[in-house]
Every structure is written in structure tokens, then in C-alpha cells.
């Protein structure tokens, strides 16, 4: 079983940048992981992913340009860079892992992190 820890929340005006990690207890290096979001009053949303295979990404369309995931199989970590922040992005993050899938999908991960909050100022 695979724990998984956020970090690097904070508060950051508008157009900063902010990095979270999420440190896996086991070998994440060989799990698909993903960055998750929840607003209040909003349903969690996925916001950026990381297929362990071939490294390769997928990001929702409002972070894309903005947001960069990428992962340290050495420190079983993966981040998640965050810059030119919007009020918008405001939202606890939650990372999460799963063993990897023939085809990626957005949902359906099994382990989840206890989240970190962002908040964006204007």
C-alpha cells in the first residue's frame, strides 16, 4: 500500500507561483499519479497527471501553459509547479496514485493524500 503526503500549500498573490510535493511512502515510481482539486461549493476537479511508463502528461485545459507535473523516482516524489496563479485556483490539492492502467484516464485512482491548501489572493 502506497501513502501518499502533500506539501507546499500556501497563500500567494495573483501571478505567483507555488510548488507542491507529493512523497510517496512506496515505490510511486511505478504508479500512475495525478494532482486533484476541490473548491468550495465544487466538486474535486483533475488537474494535472503523470503516466509512469513513458513519463509522458495530461492537464486540464485551465493550467495548461501555467502548471507543470513532473515526478523524482529517486525521492519517490512527484510535484506539481504552479506559476501565474490565478484567484481561481484557490483549492485544497490533493495528489493521488494508482497501479498503472492499459489506457489513462482521468479517475479512478486508489490512494489519495490528505491535501494541501492554496490560496490565491487578488
Known amino acids: 500500500q502506497v501513502r501518499l503526503v502533500e506539501s507546499g500549500g500556501g497563500l500567494v498573490q495573483a501571478g505567483g507561483s507555488l510548488r507542491l510535493s507529493c512523497s510517496a511512502s512506496g515505490p510511486i515510481s511505478t504508479y500512475d499519479v495525478g494532482w486533484f482539486r476541490q473548491a468550495p461549493g465544487k466538486e474535486r476537479e483533475f488537474v494535472a497527471g503523470i503516466i509512469w511508463r513513458a513519463g509522458a502528461t495530461d492537464y486540464v485545459d485551465s493550467v495548461k501553459g501555467r502548471f507543470t507535473i513532473s515526478r523524482d523516482n529517486a525521492k519517490n516524489t512527484v510535484y506539481l509547479q504552479m506559476n501565474s496563479l490565478k484567484p481561481e485556483d484557490t483549492a485544497v490539492y490533493y495528489c493521488?496514485?494508482?497501479?498503472?492502467?492499459?489506457?489513462?484516464?482521468?479517475?479512478?485512482?486508489?490512494?489519495w493524500g490528505q491535501g494541501t491548501q492554496v490560496t490565491v489572493s487578488s
Open positions: 493521488a496514485g494508482r497501479p498503472p492502467k492499459l489506457a489513462w484516464s482521468r479517475d479512478d485512482y486508489g490512494y
